[in-house]
């Protein structure tokens, strides 16, 4: 495995060329989305919901909105990626490649990082006009933000490899990634739930990492964010030998 191989470096380019070419729609489309909640959420729920202490609904919500369009978009680059590369059938020059299934692996998870990063940080340049932010541990926000998006554009290059059209891909992101994400206590904190839907939370990987994430603005969370890291970390390891499994045993990639 070299990551400083000419072909590794060319399918990081490659896939990350591919949503900067359309940027209207990779990144400005889920920019204005956010915008949109947190106009909508910010105003309706202000005042109404309680969160953190000394915390305000609307800053409250925004490391969420950031965080919550950093894993879809991460899960949409990969994840899109790949099918269209399937169904097209251009995905045989991919495998014809003397790379290894970590080099492809790493290839496509390290672009949809990428977008997801650069779609995140967008999100938050364009909110943060609307609220007080603190930053009350830099390290963890980072450290989440590199975390859940490695572990979307794993679960997309997952999905990709699963899927051999697009509705499955659909079905695959709207009943299983957008209710964890919009489950995850994006829009509120899970204390203010019942006891037995505190206790579902807990079971959601995506929980940990939106948790995580806030704890770094606000120094408040509602997990402990070493126990959150190390769930989200074990999360990542897990997902990354499932995806180079399927990798190196062709599952719906050689017909």
Do not use: C
């Not at 980072?142 to 891909?169: C, H, N, P, R, S």
Request: aromatic share 16%; glycine share 6%; no cysteine.
């Amino acid at each position: 495995m070299n990551f400083l191989s000419a072909g590794f470096r060319t399918l990081v380019y490659k896939e990350t060329l591919r949503f900067w070419k359309v940027a209207t729609q990779t990144i400005a489309a889920p920019i204005l989305t956010a915008m949109l909640y947190l106009l909508i959420f910010g105003h309706v729920l202000e005042g109404r919901v309680t969160v953190y202490q000394d915390v305000n609904y609307t800053s409250f919500l925004i490391p969420g909105l950031v965080m919550m369009s950093v894993l879809q978009n991460s899960f949409a680059n990969s994840s899109s990626s790949l099918i269209q590369s399937k169904i097209t059938g251009n995905l045989v020059f991919v495998l014809l490649t003397p790379l290894s299934h970590w080099e492809i692996f790493s290839a496509y998870v390290i672009a949809a990082m990428v977008r997801g990063i650069v779609v995140g940080l967008g999100v938050f340049l364009v909110t943060a006009w609307f609220a007080h932010l603190t930053f009350a541990a830099p390290l963890w926000i980072l450290v989440f933000a590199l975390l859940g998006a490695a572990i979307l554009g794993t679960m997309g290059l997952i999905a990709g490899i699963w899927a051999e059209k697009f509705d499955q891909l659909a079905a695959f992101q709207n009943f299983l990634i957008v209710p964890l994400t919009f489950l995850a206590g994006v829009f509120y904190s899970i204390h203010s739930l019942p006891p037995v839907w505190q206790a579902v939370s807990h079971l959601n990987p995506f929980f940990y990492m939106i948790d995580g994430f806030r704890y770094g603005f606000f120094g408040q969370s509602d997990v402990n964010p070493l126990v959150s890291v190390a769930i989200v970390a074990a999360f990542l390891v897990v997902l990354a030998f499932l995806a180079i499994r399927l990798l190196r045993s062709g599952y719906r990639l050689r017909h």
